[in-house]
Nanobody
Framework: QVQLVESGGGLVQPGGSLRLSCSVYGTTFRYNAMSWYRQAPGKQRELVASISSGGTTNDIDSVKGRFTISRNDLKHTVYLQMNSLKPEDTADYYC???????????WGKGTLVTVSS
């Protein structure tokens, strides 16, 4: 059974930084594409950033230049480095893992990021 555990959320002031981590258990991690999503109060869940099994990254325009997704295959962990945080970044952040061979997708339970002065 694939399990994802997010960590690193918390309260930070505007302009500050956080590093989210997602540890993945129960799968061959290097064959999984990984993504970070977020859901703000009253809004739909949206994709923030993705990284393929080969290391190709993508992110949405609103976080370009501020957020960086990366992966460590030896540690079975994906990261989201979040810099220059804004109040509108406040949301529950979720990690998603997708097996590139069978398409199975698994979600973590989320970690809350609050950006406020």
């Amino acid at each position: 059974q694939v399990q994802l555990v997010e960590s690193g959320g918390g309260l930070v002031q505007p302009g500050g930084s956080l590093r989210l981590s997602c540890s993945v258990y129960g799968t061959t991690f290097r064959y999984n594409a990984m993504s970070w999503y977020r859901q703000a109060p009253g809004k739909q869940r949206e994709l923030v950033a993705s990284i393929s099994s080969g290391g190709t990254t993508n992110d949405i325009d609103s976080v370009k230049g501020r957020f960086t997704i990366s992966r460590n295959d030896l540690k079975h962990t994906v990261y989201l480095q979040m810099n220059s945080l804004k109040p509108e970044d406040t949301a529950d952040y979720y990690c998603s893992s997708r097996d590139v061979y069978d398409g199975r997708e698994t979600w973590g339970k989320g970690t809350l990021v609050t950006v406020s002065s």
